[in-house]
């Protein structure tokens, strides 16, 4: 059984605290943990355009990063509640993806002058399924990532929450799947490919 189905098969939703490994326990299996989500994660990004990737997230990316983040912080019992606050409205819940949008520039001056000119980026982020538009939201309405003078933040949460007829499309092998942005300092797109589509295409719940 995977970790992030229950034992009849369903998608698991929610990481609750019994779903957590003790810190001892995590680390004697770390290493094996963090290749195989690595592997996973291969078929949940999409880069588009000259730095922008989004990682699309899921319960077996929350359950490693909460690990992560205990273990390294080192922070016991009471830090878990925390973590779960934090990284458990990022598990889609059936009927939406989310992803961590990464802007990713090495260079410090570079990046600066990037992030100035994409000011709510977060607001101009579509799918295209087939001819159907799916705008992506920012997924943490509680922080503003665009501060007053038009520079955003080098990392964004975008969910994306689909209807029945767009669940249907995206869970169709074949459908053309574009995901892209429409700002105007940024109108980059990417042909999602087949494999990523029908992985993501898992976390949807059948309609």
């Known amino acids: 059984m995977s970790a992030g189905t229950t034992s009849n098969g369903l998608r698991k939703r929610r990481i609750e605290a019994a779903d957590l490994m003790s810190m001892e326990a995590y680390g004697k299996e770390r290493k094996e943990r963090r290749s195989a989500v690595s592997a996973l994660k291969r078929n949940r990004r ?3 355009g000259p730095f922008a990737t989004f990682y699309f997230e899921c319960y077996e990316t929350m359950w490693m990063q909460i690990h992560e983040m205990l273990f390294v912080e080192r922070g016991g019992p009471e830090q878990i509640p925390g973590e779960l606050a934090a990284y458990n409205p990022l598990i889609p819940q ?10 990713e520039i090495e260079d410090p001056i ?3 002058r990037a992030l100035a000119r994409l000011g709510h980026v977060e607001d101009a982020i579509e799918l295209d399924l087939g001819g159907l538009i799916v705008k992506g939201q920012s997924a943490d309405h509680d922080t503003e990532r665009t501060t007053e003078e038009g520079k955003t933040s080098s990392v964004h949460f975008i969910r994306f929450s689909f209807s029945d007829e767009a669940i249907r499309r995206f869970t169709t092998v074949g459908t053309r799947v574009v995901l892209g942005f429409t700002h105007p300092n940024y109108a980059h797109m990417a042909v999602v490919p087949e494999a990523v589509r029908a992985a993501l295409a898992e976390d949807l719940d059948p309609v």
């Open 46 to 48: 999409v880069e588009v």
């Open 94 to 103: 059936g009927r939406e993806l989310i992803a961590t949008l990464m802007l």
């Open 110 to 112: 570079a990046r600066a």
